[in-house]
T-cell receptor, first 116, second 109 residues
């Protein structure tokens, strides 16, 4: 398995533009997580899905952020409109059923977003 | 929040020495996990210790957990230059993993 695949690796966009980050989890994993990493706040859980259904989105900072998982092999995180304070590294992670209890999460390489 | 707090924040050691990192947390947990992050990369799961375990080993890694003190430590023995990375503890509970701020470890060849 190629692991968790995220795209793009880097994204530079202007304030006000829409940004879409993509993630392909490991085949067979039931859980998918979106995290954001900044120097100030560390790693924050934004939202997670179980069997393609959003379970907890309490970490999503504002209505400008939305996430979808239309099928088991694809998820998107969208920011519209983007702001400079959204600049961060966004990670996608997946795990098997109760993986957090036993095996930990598998992370993608992240998308470094810069909003200018 | 079940965020871990690592201590120390940054550690610089010579190759071959041992590196020890500590982590404290605030609430009850199912397990505690340690991850490594190399510069510009994603996090890699290293080891998981359950709340009913006190010590666990994996290769050159040794992790301890003291639930009464709500603390954990990660020991890397005989460090190598390739161990240079940031190390994060993460607490698992309520179906979510909450991370600490991380320890930067530099191993000097």
């Amino acid at each position: 398995d190629a692991g968790v695949i995220q795209s793009p690796r880097h994204e530079v966009t202007e304030m006000g533009q829409e940004v879409t980050l993509r993630c392909k989890p490991i085949s067979g994993h039931d859980y998918l997580f979106w995290y954001r990493q900044t120097m100030m706040r560390g790693l924050e859980l934004l939202i997670y899905f179980n069997n393609n259904v959003p379970i907890d989105d309490s970490g999503m900072p504002e209505d400008r952020f939305s996430a979808k998982m239309p099928n088991a092999s694809f998820s998107t995180l969208k920011i519209q409109p983007s702001e400079p304070r959204d600049s961060a590294v966004y990670f996608c992670a997946s795990s098997s059923l109760r993986g957090g209890d036993n095996y930990g999460y598998t992370f993608g390489s992240g998308t470094r977003l810069t909003v200018v | 929040s079940q965020q871990g707090e690592e201590d120390p924040q940054a550690l610089s050691i010579q190759e071959g020495e041992n590196a020890t990192m500590n982590c404290s947390y605030k609430t009850s947990i199912n397990n505690l996990q340690w991850y490594r992050q190399n510069s510009g990369r994603g996090l890699v799961h290293l080891i998981l210790i359950r709340s009913n375990e006190r010590e666990k080993h994996s290769g050159r890694l040794r992790v301890t957990l003291d639930t009464s003190k709500k603390s954990s430590s990660l020991l890397i023995t005989a460090s190598r230059a390739a161990d240079t990375a940031s190390y994060f503890c993460a607490t698992y509970g309520n179906n979510r993993l909450a991370f600490g701020k991380g320890n930067q470890v530099v191993v000097i060849p």
